[in-house]
């Protein structure tokens, strides 16, 4: 009998475009291998529940502008996946902090997150059949791996799974140091798959907007880092000096995402692109695609904007309190990973000499060539390594 995929993905709360790319990239995966049929997409959460605390106007409008034409189901119980592989797609579905994080947010109360992400419980049987993709364990230590319940489901999980591609070394080598025997192999972020495609849009199958993208501009988002605003005012205006061109806001998320926000939107003295607050999706991504390069502090907008085409210069910042980044830094990891180390800097470190060597050795467009085409030849080649191992583990 042919198994029908239930692809398990995150909620956002909010707009976020990084999650939301991930899960129209998924949409076109399971579609160029003739799966989109047989797959139903999951969320443990409804984006009405994550959005009730909002006015119903509010909560209106970021449905409408979160929506990607995926219509998602609740996962309540593992007996949705008993004729079913369970495939969880991208983001931290099986880490101990995100667990954490949506407990008490399920409304079974018979269930846990171990139980829905980590299939503790369930059949060997469905684990057997379990593929997990982009994910990652990044901010793991030995006492989550060993706390209980989450310690004992996690590394059942990961013996029995059938096929595990962690998006980042870090994850992979915990847990190739912890069991060696485990099916797992170096895989990606979720989205840096569109590198593997002749056109990204191509996940768009309605079309994409292109109203905001404008080239010979420079675009600028930051919502992560705990950042001075003199350094950022310093840093773009040297980015607009030495890439002779000016420097926009792009209004990449929303504070239900990112939080720190407010700490910079409206006051880098900067225009917002095309002067468009709330744009959807795909105007953002045409505009990233367009730009001539990106200066940010956001994981998912580096990420996209390199497998875009588009170079990004990443201005981390100070931490956080509470910022798990701050023992493991997913973007310093994504940089090294691919061998963009140079394009990550911690400006609040920088004094205003050192900061204008980043910035020029940015703009030094024979250096950034080689680097897009670097990564453009690698992160290619590992998509489509991906994609084969699984479909063959979705087919077999």
């Excluded at 390594?385 to 979705?394: D, K, R």
Aim: aromatic share 10%; with cysteine; hydrophobic share 45%.
């Amino acid at each position: 009998m042919s198994l029908n995929v239930a692809l398990v993905t995150a909620t956002p709360p909010g707009f976020n475009p990084g999650m939301l790319f991930s899960q129209v990239v998924a949409r076109s995966f399971l579609e160029r291998h003739g799966l989109s049929r047989k797959t139903i997409f999951y969320r443990l959460v409804s984006m009405n529940q994550r959005l009730s605390h909002l006015e119903p106007s509010e909560q209106f409008a970021c449905l409408a502008r979160i929506d990607d034409g995926i219509t998602y189901h609740l996962i309540e119980s593992t007996d949705q996946l008993k004729d079913a592989i369970p495939f969880y797609w991208g983001d931290l579905l099986h880490m101990h902090q995100y667990l954490n994080s949506i407990r008490d947010l399920i409304r079974n109360g018979h269930v846990t997150p171990e139980n829905l992400l980590l299939l503790k419980d369930a059949p060997d049987e469905v684990l057997s059949r379990a593929v997990s993709f982009g994910t990652t364990f990044l901010f793991h230590d030995a006492f989550d791996i060993i706390d209980n319940p989450f310690g004992a489901a996690f590394q059942r999980f990961i013996r029995g799974a059938k096929r595990v591609l962690p998006r980042d070394m870090v994850s992979l080598s915990q847990i190739a140091a912890m069991l060696p025997q485990a099916p797992m192999s170096l895989g990606l972020d979720a989205t840096q798959l569109v590198c593997r495609m002749e056109n990204w849009r191509d996940v768009f199958p309605e079309g994409t907007d292109t109203s905001i993208a404008v080239a010979d501009v420079g675009l600028c988002y930051f919502a992560r880092g705990n950042h001075t605003v003199e350094n950022l005012k310093n840093a773009i205006a040297l980015l607009s000096l030495n890439f002779a061109m000016p420097v926009r806001w792009l209004p990449w998320g929303d504070r239900l995402s990112f939080p720190h926000l407010g700490d910079y939107e409206g006051k880098l003295g900067l225009e917002t692109l095309a002067g468009v607050m709330k744009p959807r999706l795909s105007a953002l991504l045409e505009a990233v695609a367009k730009a001539a390069f990106v200066v940010t502090d956001t994981y998912h907008l580096a990420v996209i904007a390199w497998s875009l085409g588009t170079p990004a210069l990443t201005l981390r910042g100070r931490h956080w309190e509470g910022d798990f980044n701050a023992v493991v830094d997913k973007r310093y990891i994504f940089h090294v990973q691919h061998g963009l180390q140079d394009f990550f800097h911690d400006e609040g470190a920088a004094d205003k000499h050192q900061l204008d060597q980043i910035v020029r050795r940015f703009a030094e467009y024979d250096r950034i060539d080689k680097a897009l085409a670097w990564y453009k030849k690698n992160v290619s080649a590992r998509a489509q390594w991906c994609e084969q191992q699984l479909i063959q583990a979705l087919k077999d």
